[in-house]
Nanobody, 124 residues
């Protein structure tokens, strides 16, 4: 059983930056990957970014590529999402999640554990 808690969301002006954190607790056996997803009002949950168990591989949605980054040196109990040059279209509830295995995943249904989400609002 793993518990994930996001933090760092808030209100930011367009063009600004935010750094989200995902704190994990509980025991994890074997390898796992981590990911970030988001959901805006009236829209489906969508993939944002993910990182493999080794940290050697990352993947980003086209909408955030070049602006968002998952540090590859995250600790065993904390993952971050650095968001730069934020746009109004980035407004959403952001979720962190973990998935068993070593492969990189961009599919929400493949993830095993989810946080409660943190609100990010970008004003223009």
């Amino acid at each position: 059983q793993v518990q994930l808690v996001e933090s760092g969301g808030g209100l930011v002006q367009a063009g600004g930056n935010l750094r989200l954190s995902c704190a994990a607790s509980g025991r994890i056996f074997g390898a796992y990957g981590m990911g970030w997803f988001r959901q805006a009002p009236g829209k489906e949950r969508e993939f944002v970014a993910s990182i493999s168990w080794s940290g050697a591989s990352t993947a980003y949605a086209d909408s955030v590529k070049g602006r968002f980054t998952i540090p590859r040196d995250y600790g065993k109990d904390t993952m971050y999402l650095q968001m730069n040059s934020l746009k109004s279209e980035d407004t959403a509830v952001y979720y962190c999640a973990s998935v068993r295995g070593t492969s990189l995943s961009m599919i929400a249904r493949q993830y095993d554990y989810w946080g409660q989400g943190t609100q990010v609002t970008v004003s223009s």
